[in-house]
């Protein structure tokens, strides 16, 4: 059974920065995939950044400049910089990590940013 477990999340002042971690229970296991989405009070969950196993990177206009995703596939973990942060980031933030036959998702951290 795969379980992706998040950390990082807080409570953070406008413009600071925080950096999620997303580890997934397993080792010998390569997923392809992997990223991150948030879902705002009210509002409907949303991407925010994707990695390939390749590397490649992509981004929703709302991070763009300000998030960096990453990730160690030796570790089965993916990362989350956020930089230069606003109230409008606050959210509970999920990763998320893709085989070929299945998309597993961790339980969420919450980010707020607030003075």
């Known amino acids: 059974q795969v379980q992706l477990v998040e950390s990082g999340g807080g409570l953070v002042q406008p413009g600071g920065s925080l950096r999620l971690s997303c580890a997934a229970s397993?080792?010998?296991?390569?997923?392809?995939?992997m990223g991150w989405s948030r879902r705002a009070p009210g509002k409907e969950r949303e991407l925010v950044a994707t990695?390939?196993?390749?590397?490649?990177?992509g981004y929703a206009d709302s991070g763009k400049g300000r998030f960096t995703i990453s990730r160690d596939n030796a570790k089965n973990t993916v990362y989350l910089q956020m930089n230069s942060l606003k109230p409008e980031d606050t959210a509970v933030y999920y990763c998320?990590?893709?085989?070929?036959?299945?998309?597993?998702w961790g339980q969420g951290t919450q980010v707020t940013v607030s003075s």
């Open positions: 998320n990590a893709d085989t070929s036959m299945k998309q597993y």
């Open positions: 397993v080792r010998g296991f390569s997923f392809n995939a």
């Open positions: 990695i390939t196993n390749g590397g490649r990177t």
